[in-house]
């Protein structure tokens, strides 16, 4: 063998080797800091002065006008049409109906960007402002995702901290500057990921996993897989009261998820959220499930982590950092982080892409979410039937209410989910299709249960049947003229008179 074809085969490995970037066995290591910052620096301010290029892109979360085709960050109200952010047209109009008796229905937004985490709960009306007392009627877990000082606040007052009222801490954290931010995914001393998350430690620890033996790409989506996740406030009756859990450990598919909670409520039966103000069923409400949708979607079961998208490297002053503005690849018009990988592909291409799946997912969606509506409907209609009844009408009601309460959970699944159905179209339309299945068994049930009585009432459009709800409020429900403009409504109790206790994180009253 000649020198010439030695080196020729020598830089054929060389290269071989190079080209391993895409593999699996290849581990990029992560990059070693000393920021001189406290390992328990839980503010976002003095990293600006340690990394000015990231803190930089990070405060571009402070945007909340701009929007996509069917998501953004203009914080309205996702079921009104009235009013919409300019060209907007993408709202879900029964969500008050869907979640009347839970906090849910007096408001429901569209998330702005994480910087905004803790400003936004401080001022939404699912956490109570008007109680008297002060109390916000919500536990401490609802902190969990917005601020890593809760944390620290467990740290020191254990698990006894997660049942604690909401607003015991609500004048104890910076809006702006303690949400969502670096301390949330990073080892502040040195910069390596790390999870603040106690519901993930725990997750990994029952699952067998250790945080230290994980690659880095694992990590790099763990660290967004935190709160970007279903979860509960876990039952006293299986551990510490309010406790956040992630449903994970018969699987991540929604039967899956669905089976898990059918055991974790009150001495081993039904988990349940709250009880549907019209129908009386017992309703689980999901929250954001990206990470189960993405993880075996066709980005993530290729190993692309949530980091290569949605916070794409950027070039500054000859150096290059990723952007910590948390947000769509579509807000960027030449789609820089779709091409890094579809470098054949037009930017105009991929968006097309990327807005097929969105519109056939959102049209289900829409259909999903009225046949659930009809659903309970049905329910409602038949525990009110005067006439005669099947002879199995008791069993045939438990498996309707049963078939309620999933094909709703069904829904919001994809609902809830931010993506519209991008990170797993095949599951997001599996889910929806499931979804109707359940919602239109529960009607059928219910027919058959008053021996066809309430068929007639339940022809024709849902939205002329039930139409939706246009305004609900914690103000609202105070009064009683407010109750009877929309025969579900009517089925809240009133509740008292009374001025709004808090205004962000101060006490007004």
């Known amino acids: 063998m000649n020198k010439t074809t030695m080196f020729m085969m020598g830089a054929a490995l060389v290269c071989a080797m190079a080209s391993t970037g895409c593999q699996d066995e ?8 000393k920021t001189g910052l406290a ?12 990394f000015p290029r990231q803190y930089a892109s990070y405060r571009q979360n402070d945007e909340s006008s701009v929007m996509t085709e069917y998501k953004g960050s203009v914080a309205f109200q996702k079921h009104s049409d009235d009013p919409l952010p300019k060209g907007f047209s993408k709202n879900q109009p029964y969500l008050k109906n869907l979640w009347l008796g839970y906090p849910f229905s007096y408001e429901y937004n569209e998330a702005r960007g994480h910087t905004y985490a803790v400003h936004d709960i401080l001022e939404i009306d699912r956490i109570n402002r ?21 944390s620290q606040w467990v740290k020191e007052g254990g698990d006894k901290v997660w049942s604690k009222d909401f607003n015991e801490y609500r004048q104890m954290v910076d809006p702006m500057n303690e949400s969502i931010s670096c301390a949330t995914c990073h080892d502040t001393a040195n910069m390596e990921l790390k999870l603040y998350s106690i519901p993930l430690q725990d997750w990994l620890k029952r699952s067998g996993k250790d945080w230290a ?60 959220d709250f009880k ?39 070039k500054q002053d000859g150096k290059k950092a990723s952007s910590h503005w948390w947000t769509s690849p579509l807000k960027d018009p030449d789609l820089t982080a779709c091409r890094t990988c579809h470098s054949d592909k037009t930017a105009d291409f ?102 066809y009585g309430i068929a007639p009432a339940l022809e ?50």
Request: proline residues 5%; neutral net charge; aromatic residues 10%.
């Open 26 to 33: 290849y581990e990029v290591k992560t990059p070693s800091y």
């Open 39 to 50: 390992t328990d620096t839980l503010s976002a301010a003095p990293f600006e002065k340690v």
């Open 130 to 150: 008007y109680n008297p007392e002060g109390k916000g009627n919500m536990p401490t877990t609802c902190w969990n995702c917005k601020t890593p000082n809760i």
């Open 213 to 272: 033996t994980l690659s880095r790409n694992e990590k790099r989506s763990l660290v967004c897989g935190q709160c970007h996740v279903e979860y509960y406030f876990q039952h006293k009756d299986h551990g510490p009261a309010a406790k956040p859990v992630f449903p994970w450990d018969n699987g991540f598919d929604p039967e899956e998820i669905y089976a898990y909670y059918n055991t974790k409520g009150a001495k081993g039966g039904q988990f349940v």
């Open 276 to 314: 549907h103000a019209v129908s009386g069923v017992n309703i689980l409400k999901a929250q954001h499930p990206e990470y189960e949708f993405w993880q075996d979607g066709p980005h993530g079961a290729a190993g692309v982590s949530c980091a290569d998208c949605h916070m794409e490297y950027k």
């Open 350 to 451: 991929l968006k097309g892409r990327v807005l097929d799946t969105q519109e056939k997912t959102y049209r289900q969606l829409l259909k999903a979410q009225e046949n659930s509506v009809r659903a309970h409907e049905a329910v409602r209609l038949a525990n009110e039937f005067a006439g005669e009844k099947n002879a199995s009408f008791e069993a045939l009601m438990a498996e309707a209410r049963e078939m309620v309460r999933k094909g709703q959970f069904f829904w919001d699944l994809v609902s809830a989910e931010n993506s519209v159905g991008f990170h797993n179209p095949t599951k997001a339309l599996d889910t929806l299709m499931s979804s109707s299945e359940y919602s239109q068994k529960a009607v059928d049930l219910c027919k058959q249960a008053t021996n």
């Open 460 to 509: 024709g459009d849902i939205k002329q049947l039930v139409p939706p709800i246009k305004e609900h409020s914690r103000k609202l429900q105070q009064s009683a003229e407010h109750l009877a403009s929309h025969k579900w409504l009517s089925y809240l109790p009133q509740l008292p008179e009374a001025d709004k206790v808090w205004e962000g994180n101060k006490r007004v009253k």
